[in-house]
């Protein structure tokens, strides 16, 4: 007879491998991270800039980061991208708060052509008028699209009141930055965030040591001389804010608070707690207000890192008339994780749950780079998964109560809401 | 090359098993041969309805996820015009779970009326998110009843107004139940280190005891061949004025959908390719434009989308878009261009391989084309399309009679 109500026996995540790639160093400062055991011809190269947005004022980050393949003195935006794309490269580019990528995809027969020709294209970026020109009409246009979507909204707000007591973590891009632009403050970022600014190249591929040698000849040219400095010690004085976005049927929540950089001793614990709360589908957050309450599509609570710092963020879009009625179930939901222990039941799933993410998230050279990358970004060793490993498995109901008095107080929260 | 083996449960289940003895991880992918095409016109949005339900506990099980979750995995699915997909990702040595969770959900849902009250708020809110609360939000609410008068296409996945999705009913839920969720409307696949013995076994164990049903027939009104040049402009409070130019192209299973999948490429995919390079680098009309396919089962379209400069008008644009368009049908690709889109095309495919959860749903979405080991052949499709039949097939679907125009004005609010 078939036992339909009855669980299959689990059996526990006993052993993950976590594989430290190829280190090489480029200059004093900055290495070259190299995954070489890819078992097909894909190969991706990331190139990381000391470019983030809060290196510089405004929209000047992002202005100048759109206009990296805009054109050389002798070759336009469109000859180099089909230069590019006759050799089946994808270009990529990430700017986030601290960093700024290029990714290139490739097959690894085109990885030292293409390597060359992003080489050139950077090197070379002569902002051309009429590129510089048409860029700004796409960011213009893109940034008055993004004003009227709540999710923007809130995010931006609340960045800007989360980080209030840093000018260069608060500022925000304006309409007026795409209307005309200072070609020599472009020029001088460009030159000390870019051809100054690289701080590390990651590599994932089965190429040849030659052809890292030759990233390493390429672009180790434009490596930093220093150490980049980041921000730390950010405050805030707000509250609750809210912010009108005309015809909204929807109003987007940010929540949050500042926590504390990846190293600190309560990081992987608050993980923990934080899963509980929100960082699943199973979670307090999504149990309550999404599969409960039908107030939302979804609803998530997430830890940001910073290189001195960090944050925690609740973010959800929610039904207008329901804003107040989320907001008080939030509250409710960390003055229960405060107040009641959590069951032995839910404690073992959400120990279960995270161990078998660990193990998807370094299972292959890709994922296992992005994770190592991920620790090493901010000086920290690979043991780290260790410790993290058996924390989780030795989380007791205790500490994830300690946790919560301690970091989720609800008047601790700024609270941004937009719609 | 995705190795595979292929068996048939006696129910009518399809199983196909992919062994990668790499990874610790194992896929389970469940393909329903359902989608929003198979609601009626005044029920529409209810296969997507359905999905968020198949997660609301199953008859011998309380709870989807949780059981998942404490086995170390995670779920999701999507649904489509064509198709409903179900995922799980988990550790391989609890995959066990995975198929009594999925067996379970075959055989019946639990169907209980709390579960459809809340789905129903939550798909409401979906509806908000994605299609009201954002700017051109709306615009595929408005394209799809302009490009199809008759076939079901012409309404989208998450409904054709919230007003559908209020009314669902827990018996419209059974009936939808009863006809698409049953073996013979399944293809399951096995993904990740684990033998074909043992996933024979497994799949028998949980899946052979769930009753057969026939297949339903699909007897979808065929979509009459669009004759005539259709434009509709609405009004929004946007920033911008965008515009939409649809055209039918053939159907996924024709070798023609390859050659059409082509044509969008090298009219909009890339910063290389012809209208970006025309319209918004030389001539400056565009802050963007791009072009793609809806990748559909039946009659497809290929989308031509993009936003206005401003102080240009809808007419300068379309003037310059009808005579790149002209020039592709005028003229052959060259060998060049030709060999920049076919590489992309390849690279392309190399890294959507890499992922197990990839392989195994494309090995169920060809085995419901016809046969799983498409996948291994679709590449080389792709590299057999000569310049003369991009041509040929551009002259008769890129042409006024063949497409639909959706004008997207700003206003102020």
């Known amino acids: 007879m078939m036992q339909r109500h009855t669980q299959p026996a689990v059996l526990p995540v006993e052993h993950i491998d976590f594989v430290k790639p190829h280190i090489f160093d480029v200059t004093e400062e900055v290495r070259l991270l190299w995954m070489k055991d890819v078992p097909n011809d894909t190969v991706r190269l990331d190139l990381f800039f000391d470019a983030g947005i809060v290196r510089g004022n405004k929209s000047i980050p992002a202005i100048v980061h759109s206009l990296l393949f805009s054109g050389t003195a002798i070759k336009s935006s469109v000859e180099i991208h089909e230069s590019i794309d006759t050799l089946g490269g994808f270009l990529d580019t990430d700017l986030s708060f601290e960093t700024a990528v290029v990714s290139i995809y490739c097959l690894r027969e085109n990885l030292d052509k293409i390597a060359l020709l992003v080489g050139d294209a950077i090197n070379g970026l002569a902002f051309r008028e009429s590129e510089v020109e048409d860029t700004l009409r796409s960011m213009g246009q893109k940034f008055h699209e993004n004003q009227q979507k709540v999710r923007n909204v809130g995010q931006q707000q609340f960045r800007k009141l989360l980080f209030e007591s840093h000018e260069d973590y608060s500022t925000l891009a304006e309409a007026a930055d795409f209307d005309e632009v200072n070609y020599q403050s472009m020029k001088r970022y460009f030159k000390d965030h870019y051809l100054n600014g690289l701080t590390r190249i990651t590599l994932v591929g089965n190429v040849e040591q030659d052809s890292v040698d030759a990233l390493i000849d390429l672009f180790g040219k434009w490596a930093m001389d220093h150490k980049p400095t980041f921000g730390k010690s950010f405050e805030t004085t707000h509250k609750k804010t809210h912010f009108p976005v005309e015809g909204a049927v929807q109003t987007a929540i940010r929540m949050g608070k500042m926590m504390f950089p990846k190293n600190h001793p309560d990081y992987i614990g608050f993980q923990f707690l934080n899963t509980i709360l929100g960082d699943y589908f199973g979670s307090r957050l999504m149990s309550n207000i999404r599969e409960d309450k039908g107030y939302t599509y979804g609803i998530g609570s997430v830890m940001m890192e910073l290189h001195n710092d960090g944050y925690l963020v609740i973010v959800t879009e929610v039904g207008k008339d329901v804003t107040e009625a989320t907001l008080a179930e939030i509250k409710l939901e960390l003055k229960r994780l405060q107040e009641e222990p959590v069951s032995s039941e839910e404690l073992e799933l959400v120990r279960n749950y995270m161990l078998g993410q660990l193990l998807k998230s370094a299972d292959g050279p890709y994922a296992m780079l992005d994770m190592y990358n991920s620790v090493d970004m901010y000086g920290i060793d690979l043991g780290f998964y260790d410790r993290a490993i058996a924390e989780i498995r030795a989380m007791q109901p205790e500490r994830l109560q300690e946790l919560a008095k301690t970091y989720l107080n609800w008047e601790d929260f700024l609270i941004v809401t937009a719609g | ?413």
């Open chain 2, 1 to 413: 090359m995705i190795a595979f083996n292929r068996f048939k449960l006696d129910n009518g289940l399809t199983v196909i098993h992919h062994l990668d003895p790499t990874t610790p991880i194992a896929v389970v992918n469940v393909l329903y041969d359902v989608g929003a095409r198979d609601e009626s016109e005044n029920r529409t949005g209810f296969a997507h309805l359905f999905e968020h339900l198949m997660f609301g506990g199953s008859v011998n099980i309380p709870d989807f996820d949780a059981p998942l979750q404490f086995a170390g995995g995670e779920s999701n699915a999507f649904t489509s015009n064509d198709i409903t997909n179900y995922y799980d990702t988990l550790p391989v040595q609890n995959i066990e779970t995975a198929l009594w969770l999925e067996s379970d959900r075959m055989l019946s849902l639990a169907f209980t009326p709390k579960s459809l009250e809340v789905q129903r708020n939550v798909v409401i809110e979906e509806f908000k998110q994605r299609y009201l609360n954002q700017p051109y939000g709306d615009v595929w609410l408005e394209l799809r009843p302009l490009a199809y008068r008759e076939h079901p296409y012409k309404w989208a996945t998450i409904g054709k107004e919230i007003r559908h999705i209020e009314e669902a009913e827990m018996e419209d839920v059974k009936a939808f139940f009863k006809a698409h969720y049953h073996p013979a409307n399944a293809i399951l696949c096995i993904a990740g280190n684990i033998s074909l013995e043992k996933t024979t076994e497994l799949v028998n164990k949980w899946f052979g005891d769930i009753p057969a049903s026939l297949k339903p027939d699909r007897m979808l009104p065929r979509e009459p061949q669009q004759t005539e040049y259709r434009e509709k402009t609405i009004e929004r409070a946007v920033p911008n004025d965008a515009f939409y130019y649809a055209f039918k192209m053939p159907e996924r299973r024709s070798f023609e959908y390859y050659v059409a999948d082509i044509i969008s490429d090298a009219l909009g995919r890339e910063k290389s390719s012809r209208l970006y390079g025309k319209l918004k680098k030389e001539l400056k009309l565009v802050t963007s434009i791009n072009a793609y396919i809806s990748g559909s089962m039946d009659e497809g379209l290929l989308v031509i989308e993009g936003k206005l400069s401003n102080g240009v008008t809808f007419e300068q644009m379309e003037t310059a878009l009808w005579e790149t368009l002209g020039e592709l049908n005028a003229n052959p690709l060259s060998d060049e261009e030709a060999a920049r889109l076919l590489i992309k095309i390849r690279t392309a495919k190399e890294f959507q391989e890499q992922g197990l959860l990839n392989r195994a749903m494309n090995l169920c979405i060809y085995e419901l084309l016809g046969d799983a080991n498409g996948v291994n052949e679709e590449n080389a499709l792709y590299q057999s399309v000569t310049a003369k039949q991009i041509q040929e097939l551009g002259k008769t679907m890129l042409r006024k009679e063949n497409c639909s125009v959706l004008r997207v004005k700003a206003i102020q609010a």
